[in-house]
């Protein structure tokens, strides 16, 4: 039994699929590499002014940057969705007829629930 997901999913298109594809996983890398790298950076004495600090000041710095670069990259991946083109879904026509038509069905074969069977009685 298909329920039209197929034809729902197929909808963008391959390429369009394929670019937010590529565009998650570029923001999914930069996710992990940049704060890595910040904090590689402040631990290893690559950033200047970094030998100054104390190892807690090093610490706190250093996590605070990793993640507001964390929260840039998730806010310029939610930029780049929003310029994402909105064109109008059309539904596949013949989901849509399958829906219509099973909406229509009567359903005469579904068990009663226990309280009508009371009133019955």
């Not at 369009?16 to 004495?45: C, D, E, H, R």
């Not at 030998?51 to 930029?79: C, E, Q, R, W």
């Not at 109008?88 to 359903?107: G, I, N, V, Y």
């Amino acid at each position: 039994m298909d329920l039209g997901v197929s034809a729902h999913c197929n909808s963008l298109g391959p390429k369009a699929t394929m670019s937010v594809i590529q565009k998650f996983f570029i923001a999914s890398m930069f996710m992990w590499v940049v704060p890595v790298a910040i904090l590689y950076g402040f631990n290893n004495n690559l950033f200047p002014g970094a030998d100054n600090l104390s190892p807690y000041s090093v610490t706190l710095v250093s996590g605070f940057l990793a993640v507001i670069s964390v929260n840039v990259v998730i806010a310029f991946y939610i930029y780049l969705a929003m310029k994402e083109p909105a064109e109008k879904h059309e539904p596949d026509p013949k989901f849509l007829a399958e829906a219509k038509a099973s909406m229509k069905q009567p359903t005469t074969n579904a068990p009663q629930s226990s309280e009508s069977q009371k009133k019955e009685q």
